[in-house]
């Protein structure tokens, strides 16, 4: 079993700037892949980033690329999620998870994580 915590939330003016931290805690010496999701009120819980167990893959939704940046310093260590030009768009819970059956690969969907986080929440303002 794998817990998550996110921190890093907040409020920020569209083009501004926030870091997202997730930390993992588990007895398991198993490696997993850590991921970003965010879910908008009345929407369904989306794809952000992830990044596996050797941080040698890293995807990233459309919406968010060339502006997030995933990151972690090792496979044990806390992920980073480093939000740049933010848009009023990216308002949402985003939520930390983690898939533990496939290490390797950094999947891009829901179904594939087995660990969620409490989610921690990201508004920008216009």
């Known amino acids: 079993q794998v817990q998550l915590v996110e921190s890093g939330g907040g409020l920020v003016e569209a083009g501004g700037f926030l870091r997202l931290s997730c930390a993992a805690s588990?007895?398991?010496?198993?490696?997993?892949?850590l991921a970003w999701f965010r879910q908008a009120p009345g929407k369904e819980r989306e794809f952000v980033a992830a990044?596996?167990?050797?941080?040698?893959?890293?995807p990233y939704s459309d919406s968010v690329k060339d502006r997030f940046t995933i990151s972690r310093a090792n496979a044990k260590g806390p992920m980073i999620l480093q939000m740049s030009s933010l848009k009023p768009e990216d308002t949402a819970v985003y939520y930390c998870?983690?898939?533990?059956?496939?290490?390797?690969?950094?999947?891009?969907?829901?179904?594939?994580?087995?660990?969620w986080g409490q989610g921690t929440q990201v508004t920008v303002s216009s």
């Open positions: 990044i596996n167990w050797s941080g040698s893959s890293t």
């Open positions: 588990t007895h398991s010496s198993r490696p997993y892949t």
């Open positions: 998870a983690a898939d533990i059956n496939h290490p390797w690969m950094a999947a891009t969907t829901v179904e594939n994580y087995d660990y």
